[in-house]
């Protein structure tokens, strides 16, 4: 089905380990589309197995026509993955202007953009059009917030966001240590509330959010499976392999799965406590990704897509 208004910009979000990008994949073969990827680490190349990017396809496979350097999977693109090295800072404006970029090629195609992924804070910033504060990174200060954090813990620097600026602690990820001391960095820098600067402005897309609900007890033995699978994959070689390129304290290896991997190399635990922690942060996570979600009452939860084909049939038609 084309893309009748060249307008319409399709949103698969839920937490991790619900089946998202499958469903992508699903839909994007029956509408027409190609899909954006929006997960904070899949950006990063060489964090493949612990972030759980699809497999790139090889390039005898996709069509004659696809750049060998194109991430495509099930001969469907994927955009925004593998975008930059693990060692470089990546912002919610880079994300913005970069996923922005990709719909509008998809578009100019006469394909549906598919923006598929758990990572809130950049759905938001491409639904709401929001207009991201430019302060520049302050490396002095923060070294200086992530020691007091390694000092008194995350909830302390939370407790400092909440007095000097309580709108934006509703909004910010309390238990994220980059968005508490990202905002943190804002205020301090800039003299304005971060939640001030973060202004909306009409989008010129329009956008239909379809979130998967999972049962809870579903959803803990995806993630056991998952966990599994990474083990099987490689994941703790993958880890060496980052660490020894990179090093240790990379910010984009301060991730679930990654983090427990690297005290499992250290000696601090065993295999088996390693694989048991990340299923129970990662279990902790997509509680945190769903209390962000039911927060945005334009999403359409759902719990089987085929019956809700027609919906998406209108949506892009219309």
Sequence with gaps: ??????????????????????????????????????????????????????????????????????????????????????????????????????????????????????????????????????????????????????KYGLERLAGKLKEIDPLSAQTVDLKNPRRVIRALEVIINSGKSFSSQQKRKKSKYEFLELGIKIPDQKLKENISKRVEKMFKQGLVEETKKIVQKYRKGIKALNTIGYKEVIDFLEGKISKEEAKEKIKMNTWHYAKRQMTWFKKDKKINWIDDFKSYSGLIDDFISR
């Design 1 to 150: 089905m084309e893309n009748k208004e060249l307008n319409k910009v399709l949103i698969i979000l839920g937490p991790t380990a619900s089946g998202k990008s499958e469903w992508a994949v699903k839909l994007a073969s029956r509408f027409n589309g190609e899909i954006i990827s929006a997960d904070s680490r899949q950006v990063y190349r060489g964090l493949d197995i612990g972030t759980g990017k699809v497999p790139r396809g090889k390039y005898q496979e996709l069509e004659k026509n696809r750049q060998e350097d194109e991430y495509c999977y099930k001969g469907i693109k994927h955009y925004l993955i593998d975008v930059v090295e693990p060692n470089k800072d990546f912002t919610v404006v880079d994300y913005k202007r970069l996923a922005e970029k990709a719909i509008k090629e998809i578009l100019s195609r006469g394909k549906l953009p598919i923006v598929c992924g758990g990572t809130g804070l950049y759905i938001r910033a491409l639904t709401e059009n929001l207009s991201i504060p430019k302060v520049k990174i302050d490396l002095k200060l923060r070294q200086k917030l992530e020691a007091e954090m390694e």
